[in-house]
C-alpha cells in the first residue's frame, strides 16, 4: 500500500537547502565548520528544532560514525546529506560523530500526548524494544538514542522501517514493525521521545 | 481485527502449499506474497532481555590491530593475513583474469581486489547499493545481486576502474521487494543455473510458500525459474558436492526461542528431491515443532537436516575442498564459516567447522578457532565466507576486521617423523 505523509516533503526541502549552502565550500575545511554546517539543521547544541530533524546529541558514536558513511557513501538516501559529507576522509567522520556524542541531550518542544505514551508503553514490552535500545532508550553502539528525541522524526523513520524505504540500516527494525498501524507508530515514538 | 488476518493469511498459506507441495517445480504466482506479522512471543523464550544483534563497523581495522595471533587450526596448518582495508568483507568470487570481487551488507559496497604477488590491491569498485552480498562470475560477467536489485556488469575485468552502466536484470528476475532476510546468496550450479535464495521476512512467521522461505534456480538472464527448496528459513551458503553433485546448504534457525536451539541446520537436496520442504516456520531442526506458529503433525513430509551446526551460530558460507594442498582427508569435506551467536547468552560460533558427509548425512568438527573467548563472552572474529585458490590453499572472509585470511598447509617433513618413530 503505498504510503505518503503530508510532510515527506520537508526533509528534501531542508537537505537541498542545506547543500546548497555548503555547495561553494571547499571539501579541504577543518572539521570545525563542518561541525557549524550540521548545527544548521540539527542544532548548534546537536538538539533540533527543525521539523523531521534528527537530534545528534549523545547518540552513540558507532551510531553516528556508521550512519555518516552511509551517508556519504550513498547506500542511505537522504536529500543534501551525501552532498554535505562528500569528500570527508573517514577520520573526519569520525571526528563528527566523537563532537556531537559528547552533548547533552534535550527534548523538544513537540507536545506529547499522554494517552499516546501510555499506549507505546504496553508496545514496548513484547516488541522488546529495551533489548537494543536499552531500559533507558539511551542507545548503544549501532543502535540510536531514542530518549529525546524529535517524535516527527521517530514517527517518519518507523514508517520508513515499515515500508521498506530506510535503506542501510539492518532489516531487523523493519522486521519489528512489519504490518504495524500508523496509530502503533505514534504510540511507540511519543513514549521512546518522553523517556 | 488481527486474529482474523492471521487466519486469512494462514489458509492462503495452507492453500499454496497444497498448490505447490514438495517435488514441484512449478513456477510461483506472480506478485511479492504477504506482508507476515511476526509471531515471535519473546515473553516465552526466557531469555536475557538484553541480547542485541552484533556491532559491525563500517571500518575496517588496521593492519597491526587484526587479532591473526588468535587463530587456531590443526597441526600443519598456518594462517596469514591475505587481504585488509576492505571493510564488512564477505561474499568472494574470482573473475577468469584473477580479480577477487568482494560483496558487502550494511556498508553497500563490492570490492575488487588485485594480487600484486606479496601485497593485494583494494578498490571500491560499486558502492551506494543495498546490502549487494549476492556475487557470481561467468563468461567475464559479474552478476551483482542487491536486496532490491539485480544487475550485471560485462566484461568487468578490463573495466575495473570504469565498470560502467549495468545490464539491468531486476524485472527478469522478480524477487520479492521485503527486505528482511533477503540479502541473496547465488551461485552458479553444476547445471549452468543460477541459483538464488530468498529468505522468509521475519523471525518466525506464515510464510508465502510460493513466494518466501526459498531456494530457486533461473537461467542466468532471469527466465526459466523454477524452486529447488522451500521452508527455507535463511540460507546464505550453499555448495555442490564435488561427487554427487548434489547441493547442500546451511540454514540459519530462528531467534528467541531458548539458549540453545533450535539449531540451526546443515542440508542436502538429494537427487530427484528439488522442491523438497526443509519445515520452516512449523519445523525445526531434528525435529522441533515451533512454539509460536503451530500445525498439526508439523514435521510431516519435512526433509531433516544432514547435521546441526549449533545453537545460534550463524553458519553462512559453505565450500566443498577440491584442493591438492590439503591432506587427503579433506578432499571432498565442506568447510562452513560461522559467523557468530547474537541471540545466545553464552556467545557459540566465531569459527569455522568442517563438515564430512557420507550420504545424507554429516559429522561436524572444529577446524578454525581461536576467535571465541568463552571466558569473557567476547569475540574477536566474525567468519563469514570461505574461498578455494588455485593453489589449494582457501581464504576465510572476516566482516568484522574487513580482512581475508589465508589458510596453506605444510606436510611435516618426513625425516622429523622418521625420527620420532624411531
Redesign the interface.
Known amino acids: 500500500m503505498p504510503y505518503v505523509t503530508a510532510d515527506w516533503w520537508r526533509p528534501l526541502a531542508l537537505g537541498l537547502a542545506a547543500a546548497a549552502l555548503c555547495a561553494s565550500v571547499s571539501s579541504a575545511q577543518p572539521v570545525a565548520e563542518r561541525i557549524r554546517q550540521c548545527g544548521a539543521c540539527h542544532g548548534e547544541d546537536g538538539n533540533s528544532r527543525m521539523p523531521n530533524i534528527p537530534s545528534l546529541a549523545r547518540q552513540p558514536e558507532?551510531y553516528l560514525?556508521?550512519q555518516l558513511?552511509?551517508f556519504r557513501?550513498?547506500?542511505r538516501d537522504v536529500a543534501g546529506m551525501s552532498e554535505l559529507l562528500k569528500g570527508l576522509k573517514?577520520d573526519d567522520l569520525?571526528a563528527l560523530a566523537k563532537h556531537f556524542a559528547a552533548l547533552e541531550p534535550r527534548a523538544s518542544d513537540e507536545p506529547t500526548d499522554p494517552a499516546l505514551v501510555k499506549r507505546g508503553a504496553s508496545l514496548i514490552?513484547?516488541?522488546?524494544c529495551?533489548?537494543?535500545h536499552l531500559p533507558s532508550f539511551a542507545g548503544?553502539?549501532?543502535?540510536p538514542r531514542l530518549a529525546k528525541q524529535r517524535v516527527d522524526y521517530l514517527i517518519h523513520s518507523l514508517k520508513e522501517f515499515r515500508d521498506?524505504k530506510r535503506?542501510?540500516?539492518?532489516?531487523?527494525m523493519?522486521?519489528?514493525v512489519?504490518?504495524r498501524s500508523d496509530d502503533d507508530l505514534a504510540a511507540l515514538a511519543h513514549y521512546a521521545a518522553s523517556r | 481485527m488481527r486474529n482474523l488476518t492471521l487466519k486469512t493469511l494462514a489458509v492462503a498459506a495452507a492453500a499454496a502449499a497444497l498448490a505447490f507441495g514438495s517435488g514441484s517445480l512449478k513456477a510461483q504466482p506472480k506478485g511479492n506474497g504477504t506482508?507476515?506479522?511476526?509471531r515471535t512471543?519473546?515473553?516465552k523464550s526466557k531469555q536475557s532481555?538484553?541480547?542485541?544483534?552484533n556491532?559491525?563497523?563500517?571500518?575496517a581495522t588496521p593492519l597491526e590491530k587484526i587479532p591473526l595471533d588468535r587463530i587456531k587450526l590443526p597441526p600443519g596448518f598456518k594462517a596469514e593475513i591475505w587481504s585488509h582495508g576492505h571493510a564488512a568483507a564477505r561474499t568472494m568470487v574470482m573473475g577468469s583474469k584473477g580479480t577477487m570481487f568482494m560483496g558487502t551488507r550494511?556498508?553497500?559496497?563490492v570490492y575488487a581486489i588485485t594480487d600484486r604477488g606479496d601485497k593485494r590491491e583494494v578498490k571500491v569498485l560499486l558502492?551506494?547499493?543495498?546490502q549487494p552480498n549476492g556475487l557470481a562470475f561467468r563468461d567475464g560477467s559479474l552478476y551483482v545481486f542487491a536486496i532490491n536489485r539485480v544487475l550485471r556488469y560485462d566484461n568487468i575485468e578490463d573495466n575495473l576502474d570504469n565498470p560502467g552502466e549495468p545490464v539491468e536484470l531486476t524485472k527478469a528476475y522478480d524477487l520479492p521487494?521485503?527486505?528482511?532476510?533477503?540479502?541473496k546468496y547465488v551461485a552458479f550450479g553444476p547445471d549452468g543455473k543460477m541459483y538464488v535464495q530468498v529468505g522468509a521476512?521475519?523471525?518466525i512467521c506464515e510464510i508465502n510458500p510460493g513466494v518466501h522461505g526459498q531456494i530457486r534456480r533461473y537461467n542466468a538472464d532471469g527466465t526459466g525459474m523454477e524452486i529447488v527448496a522451500r521452508g527455507v528459513r535463511n540460507t546464505v551458503g550453499f555448495d555442490w558436492h564435488p561427487v554427487t553433485k548434489e547441493l547442500w546448504f546451511t540454514d540459519n534457525g530462528r531467534d528467541w526461542a531458548g539458549n540453545d536451539g533450535p539449531e540451526d541446520e546443515l542440508n542436502r537436496v538429494a537427487r530427484g528431491q528439488e522442491g523438497a520442504n526443509y519445515g520452516f516456520p512449523y519445523c525445526h531442526a531434528n525435529g522441533i515443532a515451533d512454539p509460536d506458529s503451530r500445525r498439526p503433525n508439523p514435521c510431516a513430509g519435512v526433509v531433516m537436516p544432514a547435521a546441526l551446526t549449533g545453537p545460534h551460530s550463524a553458519g553462512l558460507g559453505i565450500m566443498f575442498y577440491t584442493g591438492n594442498m590439503f591432506p587427503q582427508s579433506y578432499r571432498n569435506v565442506a568447510f562452513i564459516a560461522r559467523h557468530g551467536s547474537w541471540n545466545r547468552e553464552n556467545r557459540f560460533g566465531y569459527d569455522v567447522a568442517v563438515a564430512r558427509t557420507n550420504g545424507g548425512r554429516a559429522t561436524i568438527e572444529p577446524f578454525m578457532t581461536g576467535m571465541l573467548d568463552s571466558e569473557k563472552n567476547e569475540f574477536h572474529s566474525r567468519p563469514s565466507y570461505v574461498f578455494q585458490m588455485a593453489d589449494g590453499s582457501i581464504l576465510v572472509s572476516d566482516e568484522l576486521h574487513g580482512a581475508t585470511y589465508r589458510i596453506s598447509y605444510t606436510a611435516p617433513a618426513t625425516a622429523a617423523v622418521t625420527k620420532k618413530k624411531r
Open positions: 558507532f560514525t556508521n558513511f552511509l557513501e550513498g547506500v573517514d569520525v514490552e513484547p516488541l522488546r529495551a533489548s537494543c548503544q553502539d549501532q543502535m521498506n535503506t542501510g540500516a539492518d532489516t531487523l523493519s522486521n519489528v512489519i504490518g | 506482508s507476515p506479522i511476526d512471543d519473546r515473553s532481555l538484553n541480547l542485541k544483534g556491532p559491525q563497523p563500517a571500518t550494511v556498508i553497500g559496497r558502492q551506494g547499493l543495498t521487494d521485503t527486505i528482511h532476510h533477503n540479502w521476512n521475519c523471525n
